[in-house]
């Protein structure tokens, strides 16, 4: 139980990574707050999870959202633990606008921004305050999930790319900034790439072509399959526990080895 007693918020944690990592956090002991503006989803996450979760409904693009939410969890609990910053949209979900550098609009822009971005640093914000208002020592842990899309250009979705960068960047500042005031409060970023999410379904289909499909989309991948949430929950799991209270600043990327470089991809088996 290496998260016993620990009291975390989750965003995003209606469905894929989020929820992995809210599940993997019961799990593990803590107290977990399940939040998402899909409240069906949601709610059924938490009730899923079972008596340590309880579901907040949570527009990450609000402050007065942020505020109200993190009021009430320390007003029932006295603190706050664990932060996950993990709500976030690549601003394709069934559109067909581009996203390209040439043809994104503004208001596309300015959305994703909006969601990765503001809501990284809102939250942030005020887990800093929760935490600094509720113990002398300042203790706690950060975690923002960012993206392979992070390290990378992705010609095709350059709000999202960006966005997912400025997270990396931002999770930088606030450990540097943490670390300055003399609170132990640690802040890193996580880098997933292909993680099978329902994000990934509509590429995939249902049909005869999916196992192809999977195929195609990690052909560039060493370890050639897809990640899974529960990947990822672990490495959010040992972020938050005490194990890790000498990270801080730091970026994991899990991408399969794409990220390695070419040169390091397996040759087929023969």
Not at 111 to 136: P, Q, W
Not at 227 to 251: C, F, H, K, R
């Amino acid at each position: 139980m290496r998260l016993e007693g620990k009291v975390s918020l989750v965003t995003g944690a209606a469905r894929g990574i989020g929820e992995a990592i809210a599940q993997a956090f019961a799990d593990e002991g803590a107290i977990v707050y399940v939040t998402d503006i899909d409240q069906d989803n949601g709610r059924l996450v938490a009730q899923g999870i079972g008596s340590a979760a309880t579901f907040a409904l949570l527009d990450v693009r609000s402050e007065d959202a942020w505020r109200t939410t993190i009021e009430a969890v320390v007003h029932k609990h006295g603190r706050l633990d664990i932060l996950v910053n993990n709500a976030g949209i690549t601003g394709l979900e069934g559109a067909s606008a581009f996203h390209d550098p040439e043809n994104a609009s503004l208001e596309a822009w300015r959305s994703v921004h909006e969601t990765n971005l503001d809501g990284v640093f809102l939250g942030c914000k005020y887990a800093i305050r929760a935490i600094r208002a509720m113990r002398a020592t300042g203790v706690g842990s950060i975690i923002n999930i960012s993206s392979r899309s992070g390290l990378v250009g992705i010609p095709a979705a350059v709000a999202y790319a960006s966005s997912k960068a400025a997270v990396r960047n931002h999770t930088k500042s606030v450990a540097l900034y943490c670390a300055q005031q003399g609170m132990k409060v640690r802040c890193n970023s996580i880098h997933p790439a292909a993680i099978l999410t329902p994000m990934w379904e509509p590429m995939l289909g249902t049909g005869p072509d999916r196992e192809s499909n999977m195929a195609m989309l990690v052909q560039d991948t060493p370890l050639k399959r897809f990640g899974t949430p529960q990947e990822v929950a672990a490495v959010a799991v040992m972020l938050a526990a005490d194990e890790s209270s000498y990270m801080t600043g730091a970026e994991i990327s899990i991408d399969g080895g794409i990220l390695a470089g070419s040169a390091g991809t397996p040759a087929p088996a023969t």
